[in-house]
Every structure is written in C-alpha cells, then in structure tokens.
C-alpha cells in the first residue's frame, strides 16, 4: 500500500464534505477527493486512488447502500467509514457486516471520525486492527456472564428484544436487563458502541 493517505468524501452537501477536508488535513497529511453523488464515486470506483471512503448513507441517485457493497468487494484498495443523519441500528449492524471500520450518526465528535480515519488507514497498510485495540475489544466481552454474552450475540447479529425472548425462552424483562448489564460490562453506552466493540473482536462467531 502506497504511503500517500486519500480520503474519498462522499456526500451531497458541499458544506459537511468542506468541513470534513478541512479537519482531516489540519490531523495529517491527507489528500481528500470529493465527490457529491454516489454515482460518480461508484462510476470511477476501479480507477480512483485506493483510500479510506467517508460516506454518506443517504444519498440520492446511486444509494449509498450500493455503494457500500461495491467499496466491500475492494478491501484491499477501500475501507469505509459510513455516516448517517438518521439512527437507525438495522443500517450499522448491515454496514458492519459489509466491512465498514465505523458507523457515525451526525453530528458526530470530529474525535471519532479522525480516530476511524487512522484504524481505516490501519487496516489498509497491515491487513488487520491494532493488537492492543483487539485485545481491549476482547476483554471486554470476556467480562460478560454466560446469559449477558448469549443476549448481546443476538442484539450484534440484528434481532430484537421480542425475537430474543422466545428464542431463549425468556421473560421480555428478563432480556432487558441482560442488554442493560451487557452494555454496562463492556463499557458501552449504545448498541452501537457493543456492535463497534463485537466487530473489531471479531465477535461473536458466525455460528452459536
């Protein structure tokens, strides 16, 4: 992988992509190339510069959903970092399984883009997350109780309370508070925070 460091900004309003060129290249020496439609980047996807991608979910033309399998087929030229202006959990449990490094609802801390932006370039020039932050991600979920890591499994892989209820056969209740303590043991302060933490361990396992 080439040392040079392009983003590719991805997103239909002017304003977000100058904010974001602006504070990437006050961090470090990037080169930012910005696109305002889906289209465009997808069209020119197999001749632009590999990088990291910051993308927009919502865009019109080309969704940013197509877009995102397109930039997951090409790992080892792309890692993305997907943004949205609407919380929606099925989206980033779906963004995550496509690869993405994070999943940022706006407005976000500028800290968290610029700290995906480095595990972007990261996973670009070594092939994988950094020792020490996998092995925090891991030892955190081996702070969870056997019942608390069966519930959040199922709360990673995108299913509901309800479907977790009977599923384990247990009382609705019962899996609120096995999410409240899970969250609490990993140190999470969302689902998207546990989600963050599960894909970087690499967890859970495809089966069980």
Known sequence: MTARRIIHIVDDEAIVRASIVSLVQAHGPFECREYADGETCLAAIDRIEP???????????????????????????????????????????????????DFLHKP?????????????????????ETPALVAEAKARLARLTRNEAQVLARLVR???????????????RAVQIHRARALAAIDAPSILA???????AGWPPAAG
């Open 51 to 101: 990088g990291c991608v910051v993308l927009d979910l919502q865009l019109d033309e080309v969704g940013g959903s197509q877009l995102i399998r397109a930039l997951a087929e090409r790992k080892d030229r792309f890692r993305m970092i997907v943004v949205t202006g609407f919380s929606d959990l099925a989206a980033a449990i779906e963004a995550f399984r496509w690869g993405a490094v």
């Open 194 to 200: 546990a989600i963050r933490t599960a894909a970087i």
């Open 158 to 172: 995108g299913e509901t309370n309800q479907d977790i209820a009977r599923m384990l056969d247990l009382d609705p």
């Open 108 to 128: 976000y801390e500028m800290r968290a883009l610029l700290d995906a932006i480095d595990r972007a370039f990261h996973l670009l020039e070594q092939g994988s």
